[in-house]
C-alpha cells in the first residue's frame, strides 16, 4: 500500500501554466505593469510551443541606452527566416541557378532557396490597445537592428551580418480575448515590397 505522500498530484499543470509560475525568472521591473510582463510571458511561450523558436529571452532594458523599454520585449531565433528583401531574394535565387547548373548531372528539382534564420524582436500587443506611429516610434528608438545574442549561443557568432537588413523590424505579437495569437510583421520606415 502506498501513502498519499509519495503519489503524483491527480491534476498536472499545463505548460502556460507552468510559465506563469515562472514569471520570477523574469527581471522585475518597477516601470512594466504585471500584466505586460505576463503577456510577453504568454508570447513567448507561443512562439516556443507552437512555432518552435529557440533561443527566447524576455527584455526589460534597451540595449542601446540601458533604460526601461517602453514594454518588455521577446527576442528570438524562428525556425526559418521569416522576411527575405526582395534584393536579397533575386541574389539567391541566382545563386541557386548556377547551382543547379553546375550540378546538372541529369537531376531534376526546383530551385532550393532557404536563407539562414535571423534573430528577430518581438512586440507583444493586446487586440484591444490603440498604437500610434509615436509609440511605435519609442519601441524602435529603443532596440537595435538585430537582438543580442544570448551569451550561451556560440553559433550566433560564426554568422555574418546580413547586409540587406537596413532597417530596423519587430514582429508584433498581438493576442486576443480568447488568447488567439496573430503575427504582423512591422519595419521602422517605408521598406521595398516583396515579389511574389
Known amino acids: 500500500m502506498t501513502s498519499l505522500a ?41 512562439l516556443e510551443f507552437q512555432h518552435y523558436w529557440t533561443q527566447l529571452h524576455v527584455h526589460t532594458h534597451s540595449p542601446v541606452t540601458n533604460a526601461p523599454l517602453p514594454r518588455p520585449l521577446v527576442s528570438g531565433l524562428p525556425p526559418q527566416r521569416l522576411y527575405v528583401h526582395p534584393d536579397e531574394q533575386v541574389e539567391l ?22 536563407p539562414e534564420p535571423e534573430r528577430e524582436w518581438v512586440l507583444p ?23 543580442p545574442a544570448p551569451e550561451s549561443d556560440p553559433t550566433t557568432s560564426d554568422r555574418p551580418e546580413n547586409p540587406w537588413r537596413t532597417t530596423k523590424r519587430v514582429v508584433l505579437g498581438t493576442v486576443d480575448s480568447d488568447s488567439t495569437v496573430v503575427y504582423y510583421i512591422v519595419h521602422d520606415g517605408v521598406v521595398k515590397p516583396r515579389q511574389n
Not at 503519489?7 to 500584466?35: G, R
Not at 519601441?139 to 537592428?145: G, S, Y
Request: glycine residues 4%; aromatic residues 4%; hydrophobic residues 40%.
Open 6 to 46: 509519495t503519489t503524483k498530484p491527480a491534476i498536472v499543470p499545463a505548460p502556460l501554466q507552468q510559465a506563469f509560475a515562472s514569471l520570477d525568472s523574469i527581471p522585475f521591473d518597477a516601470s512594466h505593469l504585471p500584466q505586460l510582463q505576463s503577456l510577453a510571458v504568454q508570447i513567448q511561450h507561443n
Open 93 to 114: 535565387l541566382k545563386e541557386a541557378d548556377r547551382k543547379r547548373k553546375a550540378n546538372k548531372a541529369g537531376e531534376e528539382g526546383g530551385l532550393q532557396v532557404k
Open 125 to 147: 500587443t493586446r487586440l484591444n490597445e490603440k498604437w500610434t506611429l509615436r509609440r511605435l516610434a519609442e519601441v524602435f528608438d529603443a532596440i537595435t537592428h538585430i537582438p
